[in-house]
């Protein structure tokens, strides 16, 4: 009867123990391979983790988000993977109805989901800073203040002045983290890398530097938005380059007076003491007055021969210009575009 007894304990404990086995088998199972991100949705989700962001952040982010289902399994595997000791921080895409296993296999590998950045149209460094950390982790400030760095922009060959023309207009792939610092470096690769030895030979050829080169494309990009007309305004300014005559280019007159707003150059604004004043000085301004575009830099490394010294803005207003190779026949095209303004009451 003793027997029979100790018998059926082992029994119930075999029972037992086969039990809580298999309840652990399904667990573990279900922990790690069932479904438990995004189980409802049909499209990834993009999960930003910060530079030095916690384990607890993570998945208090995932959670809040309704990203994952079951907070807990994805700890306990996350546990047992050692991600919680090991977060990368950085830009991840979850695709819908992934497993905790490849999920913590994803955010531990670091394997990032690289962004796009563009900027265009810049003609400050504010511009700049806003426009290249847009979708970045960066705060604009921070790339703000290694652009006005002296100092520090002095190792890539530039100054105060002439750093703007480091950074080629262009979208380009970078990691959602990228510090200031990388991202400078990155910006810099790509400044080199389109000054090729075709490019700086060009620059050469027409008694320009890359950062000259830069300076007045700048301008040529300021006085006309007409890709296909740059090169023949690009021609004038060499040719007044080349006589030692003032550029006397309007948009620098509106960058000397630092107000963006102004739709007509008056002679009170010729009378600005600035060495981009190109009315008071003759040559090119320090540096360039914007982010001059690819096209605008080609066009001046290309530009159109001719006799041209002179251009104005046609009077109907259509962006393009009316050129000429002597004063008088310039101030008859100057005095019907300034009709024409007038009729726009633009003043």
């Known amino acids: 009867m003793f027997e029979d007894k100790k018998t059926k304990i082992y029994l119930i404990l075999i029972i037992t123990f086969s039990v809580l086995l298999t309840s652990m088998s399904f667990y573990f199972y279900q922990a790690f391979f069932s479904p438990n991100a995004l189980v409802d949705k049909e499209e990834p989700y993009l999960l930003k983790i910060p ?3 916690t384990f607890q952040q993570v998945a208090d982010s ?9 907070l807990i399994t994805f700890g306990f595997v ?5 991600y919680q000791e090991a977060v990368k921080p950085g830009l991840y895409t979850i695709p819908p109805k992934i497993n905790n296993l490849n999920l913590v ?14 900027f265009n149209n810049v003609r400050t460094k504010e511009d700049l800073s806003e426009k290249i950390t847009r979708n970045l982790e960066i705060d604009e400030s921070s790339f703000l203040n290694l652009l006005s760095d002296s100092i520090y922009i002095m190792k890539f060959g530039f100054e105060q002045e002439t750093i703007m023309s480091m950074f080629i207009p262009n979208t380009y792939e970078v990691w959602w983290n990228t510090s200031p610092e990388n991202l400078f470096d990155r910006m810099y690769r790509e400044y080199e ?20 080169v830069s300076t ?6 300021a006085e006309t938005q007409k890709s296909d007309e740059r090169p023949r305004v690009a021609g004038v300014y060499m040719n007044r380059l080349r006589i030692n005559m003032p550029l006397q280019a309007d948009p620098t007159l509106v960058f000397a007076a630092g107000d963006f707003s102004i739709r007509r ?23 360039p007055i914007n982010l001059p575009e690819i096209s605008a830099l080609d066009a001046v490394l290309n ?16 962006g393009y210009h009316a050129f000429a190779t002597n004063l008088n026949d310039h101030l008859n095209n100057a005095r019907r575009y300034q009709a024409a303004l007038n009729r726009a009451k633009i003043y």
Not at 105 to 118: A, E, K, W
Request: glycine share 6%; hydrophobic share 30%.
């Open 216 to 221: 007045l494309a700048s301008i040529v990009q």
């Open 193 to 212: 890398k389109f000054w090729t030895e075709s490019r700086k030979e060009k620059a050469e050829n027409i008694g320009l530097t890359p950062l000259e």
């Open 62 to 70: 995932l959670y809040q988000n309704a990203v994952i289902h079951d």
């Open 105 to 118: 296999r994803l955010l531990r590998s670091g394997n990032q989901t690289p962004v796009n950045i563009t």
């Open 51 to 53: 530079s030095n962001a």
């Open 78 to 82: 996350s546990k047992v993977m050692k």
């Open 265 to 287: 150059v008056l002679n009170v604004h010729k009378e600005i003491d600035s060495p981009y004043n190109t009315y008071k000085y003759t040559g090119l301004p320090p540096g």
């Open 303 to 318: 530009y159109e021969g001719h006799s041209y010294l002179y251009f104005c803005a046609k009077d109907d207003f259509s």
